[in-house]
């Protein structure tokens, strides 16, 4: 349903509430009603461009580690590690698609990536902040939000939070802002049903506007600590469904910041081939089963499993072929993994399983299982049939141990397999 639609809706539900007008009474509370909406309005894109702001720090950081820094002599390039992200404005165009917010990432004062158009559509990069804007955040080190920027020739609310290196050092800003005229036309649709409200009985209109109030304010909070989560790396957290069910502008918030926290999700943790967890996601899960078991005292197991001869089936069959073999085998051993842990794409035709709570005879036996189904699979390509098998390296993890050293046990192990014919486990 669009915003149009729900505006109408509310418009008329308050309509139909007038029942006896009290003009002085009335305009006392529009006016009243007037600059509380607009605070608390202004209040609710504090949040949401503090919380966009912190999304984007928190995006570059989870996709590209490392610090921000310039590099060149005539011409700069800019860096985040040792991605370049020169001209890439793809996160920052993703995002405001996503939630209608512009973002700018500046380096020291100078606008490097920005979503923000001229009048001739180039992006105004290579411009400098406002002197105040500045004095503000860039050398007090504070965040800061603005009613009234200018920018561009446009005024726009705007916030503005230091852009900081692992070091601790401001090496630039992150700014998330929206135009005052959607801000400001979003105040005059939320005060004209309160001018129609103003007009009702008081003692009906108290009752209803305080419950109202309360929802909206109790929905605003789910989704302020919704974003707050996400926005501190816990992509599996749920919106309560209260806020989806609203049909209004939150619950458009709410899908538009789930949409948000997914995508996110698959871009950092999900390779896009096999739709398996990625290399990422592996090596954060591995470190905190390690934690569990330092605390717990349980065992696991850690294998890496590769596909025999994989080379030679694009060399046959064309490399498409290999993709298909790739998802048909990531499919295996998805479901294989329900209930035992997960599996992860390690890299190319190689395979990380973590078998939770198991010990080595126990994950051995399971591997054995998922072997022969990879043994008697067959993958069908423009005619012809595919076989593969896949050999297995094994190590045993438990209190203390190393994730790294268990890692180099079971690729050791790879290897030995790989070397004494394939097609087999080695634990």
């Known amino acids: 349903m669009s915003?149009?639609?729900k505006n109408g809706h509310l418009y008329r539900s308050l309509q139909s509430m007038s029942v006896i007008p009290l003009l002085v009474l009335a305009l006392i509370i529009t006016v009243f009603?007037?600059?509380?909406?607009?605070?608390?309005?202004h209040t609710e894109v504090h949040i949401e461009l503090r919380n966009t702001a912190e999304n984007v720090m928190m995006m570059y950081d989870l996709l590209y580690p490392g610090d921000y820094y310039l590099e060149g002599t005539n011409s700069y390039d800019f860096y985040k590690g040792t991605q370049n992200l020169t001209d890439d404005h793809s996160i920052?165009?993703?995002?405001k698609a996503d939630t209608q917010t512009d973002v700018t990432i500046f380096y020291q004062d100078t606008r490097i990536l920005t979503t923000?158009?001229?009048?001739?559509?180039?992006?105004?990069?290579?411009?400098?902040?406002?002197?105040?804007?500045?004095?503000?955040v860039l050398f007090s080190g504070q965040p800061h939000f603005y009613t009234n920027t200018e920018i561009n020739g446009q005024q726009y609310f705007a916030y503005y939070t230091p852009l900081r290196n692992s070091d601790g050092s401001i090496v630039g800003?992150?700014?998330a802002g929206k135009p005052c005229t959607e801000v400001n036309a979003a105040v005059r649709r939320a005060v004209l049903p309160i001018i129609l409200i103003a007009i009702c009985s008081m003692a009906v209109v108290s009752l209803i506007s305080s419950s109202y109030t309360r929802k909206l304010t109790n929905a605003l909070q789910k989704i302020r600590t919704f974003l707050s989560k996400v926005s501190t790396g816990n992509l599996w957290e749920e919106l309560d469904f209260d806020v989806l069910r609203r049909n209004d502008e939150l619950?458009?918030?709410g899908y538009s910041a789930l949409y948000m926290q997914r995508s996110l999700r698959n871009l950092v943790e999900q390779d896009t081939l096999t739709e398996l967890n990625n290399r990422r996601f592996a090596d954060k899960h591995l470190k905190q089963t390690q934690m569990n078991a330092n605390t717990y005292g349980n065992h696991f197991v850690v294998a890496i499993g590769d596909i025999d001869l994989f080379k030679s089936v694009n060399d046959t069959y064309?490399?498409?072929?290999?993709d298909v073999v790739l998802k048909r085998v990531a499919a295996v051993l998805k479901n294989h993994m329900i209930g035992k842990g997960f599996v992860a794409r390690w890299g190319g035709e190689?395979?990380?399983?973590?078998?939770d709570n198991l010990e080595l005879g126990a994950a051995r036996a399971e591997t054995e299982k998922l072997l022969q189904e990879i043994r008697s699979m067959a993958v069908d390509y423009e005619g012809q049939t595919v076989r593969i098998t896949m050999t297995f390296g094994l190590a045993e993890g438990g209190v203390n141990t190393s994730i790294r050293t268990l890692l180099q046990t079971a690729d050791a192990k790879l290897y030995e397999g790989k070397e004494s014919g394939r097609n087999r486990i080695i634990s």
């Not at 009603?33 to 309005?41: D, E, F, T």
């Not at 190689?350 to 078998?355: H, P, Q, R, V």
Request: glycine share 12%.
């Open 3 to 5: 915003s149009a639609r």
């Open 33 to 41: 009603s007037y600059y509380a909406v607009k605070q608390a309005m």
């Open 92 to 95: 920052v165009d993703r995002l």
């Open 116 to 136: 923000i158009c001229n009048t001739e559509g180039r992006r105004i990069t290579g411009t400098g902040a406002g002197a105040l804007v500045i004095q503000d």
């Open 173 to 175: 800003m992150i700014y």
């Open 251 to 253: 619950s458009e918030m």
């Open 318 to 322: 064309g490399h498409d072929c290999g």
């Open 350 to 355: 190689e395979f990380l399983f973590l078998y």
